[in-house]
């Protein structure tokens, strides 16, 4: 059983820093894409980051430079570091993952089509204040 737990959200001043993590369990031994969205009341979700078995990485234009995804494979857990954030990163932070039996895409092809992605953790808030 896949399950996806996210912790590390909260207030935080703009220009300040915070570190989401996401906890990994119920698979082994399988190549996966996992990531990070997000969704500000009234408007649509969108993704953040993401990261595949072998480390690559895709950001979103609105959020290179300034957070960081990575993952620590021998305790199951996916990262994002936000850095200099800005009030506009408010939003309900999700983290999310597929597995795969042999191959798998390239992380900007999944990440690009969140609405395939099949499981997702329950999210943790994120407000900046300017």
């Known amino acids: 059983q896949v399950r996806l737990v996210e912790s590390g959200g909260g207030a935080v001043q703009a220009g300040g820093s915070l570190r989401l993590s996401c906890a990994v369990s119920?698979?082994?031994?399988?190549?996966?894409?996992m990531g990070w969205f997000r969704q500000a009341p009234g408007k649509e979700r969108e993704g953040v980051a993401g990261?595949?078995?072998?480390?690559?990485?895709v950001y979103a234009d609105s959020v290179k430079g300034r957070f960081t995804i990575s993952r620590d494979n021998s305790r199951n857990i996916m990262y994002l570091q936000m850095d200099n954030v800005k009030p506009e990163d408010t939003a309900m932070y999700y983290c999310a993952a597929d597995i795969f039996l042999d191959t798998s895409p390239a992380v900007s092809d999944w990440f690009g089509d969140p609405r395939s992605i099949v499981y997702w953790g329950q999210g943790t808030q994120v407000t900046v204040s300017s």
């Open positions: 990261i595949d078995t072998d480390g690559n990485t």
């Open positions: 119920g698979y082994t031994n399988r190549r996966d894409c």
